[in-house]
């Protein structure tokens, strides 16, 4: 089983494929990381600056990969730095389909959280919206961007499940939401179009970086391995 994880990268700390890759490895999988930005330390750490992979970059180390690849592969993706890397992945994925390659997306649309609201260009959330979610199996957004790209309320997790039937709508097989509040807790919620299950922790006083990173990937992975929903 091979991952493409196509994804940030930090020189310190544990985001991105900083955090992906180790925990698809972890898993058993053989995890290739093709990085979208380069940043010394995750923004929300203090000032910084970023180096963003070309579109055309992203094409062709993906086409390569994909090419290196006889057996089971999947894509994962998680943060880009622009619609233009998101199209032309979306294309060599489609490319590859075509071709005959059964290659489940599962798909992280980075761009926001309730703490920092939007931190993308809204390009890049329109190509989620319009182009990434029909093409995906899997979509795992948190509370915040599930509402976005629904244009629903999100408060509960009676919401979750209708906003998630929503994008269901339009391709995807499942969609696991992270961060939903529930009374003196937070949740995640998988939806399905018939089914739905929640998982309820005491919400903690903490802005941890990374974890729904290192979600995704395990989500994702554990799901790809052949485990149930």
């Excluded at 979306?90 to 992280?108: H, N, Q, T, W």
């Excluded at 309320?153 to 499942?174: F, H, K, N, S, Y």
């Excluded at 998988?190 to 995704?216: E, H, Y």
Aim: proline share 7%.
């Amino acid at each position: 089983m091979d991952f493409i994880s196509l994804q940030s990268r930090v020189v310190w700390g544990y985001v991105g494929n900083a955090v992906a890759i180790p925990t698809l490895q972890t898993l058993g999988i053989n995890a290739w990381p093709v990085d979208t930005v380069l940043y010394p330390h995750h923004p929300g750490h203090g000032p910084t600056f970023r180096h963003a992979a070309a579109a055309a970059d992203i094409g062709a180390l993906l086409t390569a990969a994909m090419d290196c690849i006889d057996g089971p592969l999947s894509l994962l993706s998680g943060y880009l730095a622009d619609s233009g890397q998101g199209q032309t992945a979306l294309s060599v994925l489609e490319k590859a389909r075509a071709g005959g390659r059964a290659i489940p997306f599962y798909l992280d649309p980075v761009f926001g959280d309730d703490a920092e609201g939007t931190y993308v260009a809204p390009s890049l959330v329109t190509f989620f919206r319009a182009a990434a979610i029909p093409a995906a199996t899997l979509v795992m957004p948190n509370r915040f961007e599930l509402a976005t790209l629904t244009a629903m309320t999100v408060e509960t997790p009676a919401d979750a499940v209708r906003a998630a039937r929503q994008l269901i709508r339009q391709g995807p097989q499942l969609v696991l939401v992270s961060s939903v509040p529930a009374v003196e807790a937070i949740t995640n919620i998988l939806v399905s179009n018939d089914q739905a299950w929640i998982c309820r922790v005491k919400k903690q006083p903490l802005l941890a970086k990374g974890t729904g990173d290192m979600f995704s990937a395990a989500f994702s992975g554990l799901l790809a391995s052949g485990h149930s929903p």
